[in-house]
């Protein structure tokens, strides 16, 4: 009947389409961080997504997440950005990987998976599911954490429109069940621009991250000076 339930009964063939249709794939993960001073102090900013955040091919620290160190450091000393993204990661794979890190707080935690999903023909009713879940769980062990939800949109051409709607659509649903932050597309500006990809001209090179972290950061800023500003409140004397 509709787009959808026809690419249910044929994902196979619905990926191979859009694969070829967006030449997008995710492959490698790295995971990094900031040098912490004070752990008691640190306010902690958690990426969790596939390899889009993780930073193929490039140093883990011209990666976007790690990009961020710099631009916090105006406001104030004691963030620290962990990047927890794994290659090829979908959201069935963050779940399996999630409970670990929970161990630790997490001030803010970016949320930045689905597209592995998409190409993998996964049912978005269980993508969304997943996210959900990941939210929860990180919600249940850090109550006052920031969410931020990263977005990615479908290139206008995608052959199963009603589907690329449907998939962007649910990034907003979710930020707006979970009284969340969403950045629209974390690809804005990059997709299909060769000056910014690999030569395989489908994953952000260096150049193409410094983008990505101008699309993010102009979520993050606001919500990083809240998180800043709520911890300052709670210590009459911060200098110590």
């Known amino acids: 009947m509709s787009a959808e339930s026809k690419m249910r009964k044929r994902p196979k063939q619905w990926r191979s389409r859009v694969v070829a249709a967006v030449l997008f794939s995710f492959f490698c993960g790295q995971v990094g961080g900031a040098p912490a001073a004070d752990p008691s102090q640190m306010k902690t900013i958690f990426v969790f997504g596939d390899s889009l955040s993780e930073g193929l091919a490039i140093s883990p620290r011209q990666a976007w997440p790690m990009l961020l160190v710099e631009k916090l450091r105006p406001i104030g000393p004691n963030f620290r950005v962990i990047n927890a993204s794994a290659s090829g990661s979908t959201t069935e794979g963050g779940l399996r990987r999630l409970p670990p890190h929970l161990e630790h707080s997490i001030n803010i935690f970016v949320l930045e998976l689905g597209i592995n999903d998409a190409f993998n023909g996964i049912p978005l009713e269980q993508t969304s599911a997943n996210l959900q879940s990941i939210i929860d769980q990180v919600k249940t062990r850090n109550p006052n954490a920031s969410i931020v939800i990263v ?76 998180v800043s500003d709520r911890a300052s409140s709670r210590d009459p004397n911060p200098s110590g």
């Open 151 to 226: 977005g990615i949109q479908f290139p206008i051409a995608a052959p199963d429109s009603e589907y690329a709607a449907a998939f962007v659509k649910m990034f907003g649903e979710l930020a707006a069940k979970n009284h969340a932050a969403l950045v629209p597309n974390l690809l804005e500006g990059v997709m299909g621009d060769p000056k910014l990809n690999l030569p395989d001209r489908i994953h952000p090179n260096a150049p193409g991250h410094r983008v990505l972290v101008e699309n993010v950061w102009r979520v993050l800023e606001a919500i990083a000076r809240e």
